[in-house]
């Protein structure tokens, strides 16, 4: 083929085998046939054996979606079948809209966090987040939110931009940039030697002036929204969660109004409290870990429609991480399905997110498993999922459920999650914006 000839994607994946190596060059190179299905969109049918309606939990026998380019155009049991449309057949699955994990970190695998803002260079970090976004949708999840890259300051407006611009493949994505902390905080670097001047795993901010600037360069970056550090380091005591604040009520409502003037939301790290009252008192998006609240932090977020986002596969992880780690992390996390508990019955909102990074990216549909596990019908646990993750990120009315003008943004799972949530660790068939990304090994 004469250069002249080549296509954009095809000068990128030869770029990214001399530059990156083959793997990244395969990841190109299997989105090529995507970029080909972009450029020429038709007709699509699904057709499954069910179609699930989160918002009112009926269950469509048999389901079929017809999608038009990016979008759904008819939904039900039997939808039109243009001519020239291709029907894919899913079998004995359940259509469902994409899943949505709201606490994600693309810039951490397996391992020391703090020794990857050491040791790996940004560029490494990045290659390494790409290929975390393709596991992260290949798995079902059509939307993230990253909560921070941990160091990596704004190489996630990269990564997001590459996505939209469909030079490689991964979620639509709500970004943060680098979390904002404390001195001495949550994610600095507290345990090297300070002679070394070892950089946080954040950025610095210790007081209103300093957060809103810090938030103007974020957003200069690329940034959709904030996150904070609002609690840390955490310690179990008879029983009980000990965590203390970062930010005063003040501080935080300064941040909430600097980033509410370009459209963007206050997203903080907040376990126990009051660092938890004082997040749900200035009206942050959501509060996530949530470990501890309290009776008027639960009253405020029922209110103000403040979710919780519990991350249990995170504290599952490193509970099983080690010997040492089960000793460790064992009492919080009961303390953490003891307080659940409470959370549910008090009503408050909660949203899905994993905490993903630290545990392989592409496994965190888990974290629906463990929230059914500790109290949640699978419903809602699914409507947390998939309606209140729309709105937290932004996208309400566009994705998260299976309705004509929403993006397609649509699986297919095994069975029916709402008698087995574990068929959403099944996935079985992915599409994004109308795209296939992933077909049953027997469609191929």
Not at 35 to 43: G, K, L, R, V, Y
Not at 129 to 141: E, K, S, Y
Not at 221 to 233: A, I
Request: hydrophobic share 45%; net charge negative.
């Amino acid at each position: 083929m004469a250069s002249a000839c080549k296509t954009p994607i095809v000068s990128a994946i030869e770029k990214a085998k001399y530059v990156f190596g083959w793997t990244l060059a395969l990841t190109l190179a299997g989105h090529s046939q995507l970029f080909a299905q972009q450029a020429a969109p038709h007709p699509i049918v699904l057709h499954a054996a069910h179609l699930l309606e989160i918002d009112t939990g009926r269950v469509i026998t048999p389901g079929e979606v017809l999608v038009v380019g990016e979008r759904i155009t008819a939904v039900g049991a039997a939808v039109s079948h243009p001519a020239g449309a291709q029907v894919i057949d899913l079998g004995d699955t359940t259509l469902l809209p994409g899943l949505i994990d709201a606490h994600i970190h693309l810039f951490l695998h397996p391992g020391a966090e703090d020794l990857q803002t050491v040791e790996e260079s940004v560029p490494q970090r990045t290659v390494l987040a790409v290929l975390a976004a393709r596991d992260d949708l290949m798995a079902g999840f059509t939307a993230e939110r990253d909560m921070g890259t941990e160091g990596a300051g704004s190489a996630d407006t990269a990564v997001r931009d590459a996505i939209n611009k469909g030079l490689i493949v991964g979620p639509r994505l709500r970004i943060s940039g680098n979390a904002i902390d404390i001195l001495g905080g949550h994610e600095d670097a507290n345990r090297f030697n300070p002679a070394q001047q070892v950089l946080s795993n954040a950025t610095y901010a210790n007081s209103a002036d300093e957060i809103v600037a810090a938030i103007r360069q974020q957003h200069k970056e690329g940034s959709d929204f904030v996150k904070m550090y609002e609690t840390g380091p955490d310690s179990m005591r008879d029983g009980v969660l000990h965590t203390p604040y970062q930010y005063t009520v003040a501080q935080l409502k300064a941040a909430i109004d600097e980033t509410a003037r370009f459209g963007g939301n206050v997203a903080v790290h907040a376990t126990g409290e009051p660092g938890c009252l004082y997040a749900a008192q200035a009206g942050v998006a959501s509060i996530d870990h949530a470990t501890q609240l309290s009776d008027e932090t639960m009253r405020i977020m029922k209110a103000k429609n403040i979710p919780a986002v519990p991350t249990f596969a995170i504290f599952e992880y490193f509970m099983n991480a080690s010997e040492a780690g089960a000793k460790r992390e064992r009492p919080m996390f009961e303390y953490k399905i003891k307080e659940f508990k409470k959370q549910i019955a008090a009503g408050i909102p909660f949203a899905v997110g994993s905490d993903v990074g630290p545990f392989p990216h592409g496994t965190q549909a888990r974290e629906l498993e463990l929230m059914v596990k500790y109290g949640m019908k699978p419903l809602a646990v699914l409507q947390a999922d998939m309606i209140n993750g729309a709105r937290l990120l932004g996208w309400a009315g566009q994705i998260g459920e299976l309705k004509p003008g929403y993006l397609a943004d649509i699986i297919a799972v095994p069975g029916s999650p709402l008698e087995d949530i574990t068929a959403v660790e099944r996935v079985a068939f992915v599409m994004k914006g109308g795209v296939i990304a992933r077909l049953p090994a027997d469609s191929r």
